[in-house]
C-alpha cells in the first residue's frame, strides 16, 4: 500500500483521511514489524481481501478499529478519528522520569512548528504539513502537562530520590 520507500518518521506522521490512516497502519505493520497484510488481516480474525476491501473503502467496522490498530502497532485511524472531530489526542503518560534531552525535544518541536506556521502564512508551505507540525507540538505539550499532573499521585514515584 506504501506511500514511500523512504524510512518515515512514524512520531510526525499524520494521515489526512480515513483511507490514508488505514494505509499508513499497514505500511506501519510491514516497515516496522515486518507484518504482510495477510498476518495483519489474521491477526484480526479476518481475510485479506477483506481487509483490502475496509482500506479501499475507508469503510472498516468500529469493532475492528482497535484490533486492526493493534496489529499494526500504531493508533493512525484513532488519531484521525479524533482529530476529524476537532480532538486533540496525546499518548497517555508513562510517568516517566524526563530529562534535559526530553525538553529538548519539545522546545525543538516549537521552533520547527512557529518556523512552518510563519513559511505557511507567507504561502511557502502546505496546511498539511504545518498541522502536522502543530498538532505533534500540542501532543507534546500535553503529554509533559498530564507527566505533571500525576507527579502528584505518590504511586508513581517519579520524583523520588
Same mark, same amino acid.
Given at each position: 500500500m506504501g506511500e514511500t520507500n523512504r524510512k518515515r518518521n512514524w512520531k510526525k506522521a499524520r494521515a489526512n483521511s480515513l483511507q490514508h490512516a +488505514?494505509? +499508513?497502519?499497514?505500511d506501519?505493520?510491514?516497515e516496522v514489524h515486518h507484518r504482510s497484510v495477510e498476518r495483519v488481516a489474521e491477526l484480526i480474525d479476518a481475510n485479506k481481501w477483506t481487509l483490502y476491501k475496509y482500506v479501499a473503502e475507508g469503510t472498516m467496522?468500529? #469493532?475492528r478499529i482497535r484490533p486492526f490498530?493493534?496489529?499494526?502497532?500504531?493508533?493512525?485511524?484513532?488519531?484521525?478519528? #479524533?482529530? #476529524?472531530?476537532h480532538k486533540l489526542v496525546i499518548d497517555m503518560p508513562t510517568g516517566k522520569q524526563v530529562g534535559a534531552q526530553d525538553i529538548n525535544e519539545l522546545q525543538a518541536s516549537?521552533?520547527?512548528a512557529t518556523g512552518l506556521l510563519i513559511k505557511f502564512y507567507s504561502g511557502q508551505t502546505e496546511a498539511t504539513e504545518t498541522l502536522g507540525a502543530l498538532t505533534d507540538t500540542l501532543s507534546k505539550l500535553g503529554w509533559h502537562r498530564a507527566n505533571v499532573e500525576k507527579s502528584t499521585e505518590p504511586e508513581l514515584g517519579l520524583f523520588a530520590s
Open positions: +488505514m494505509e +499508513m497502519c499497514l506501519h505493520a510491514r467496522p468500529a #469493532s490498530e493493534f496489529a499494526c502497532g500504531c493508533t493512525f485511524v484513532t488519531d484521525y478519528l #479524533s482529530t #476529524s472531530a516549537f521552533a520547527e
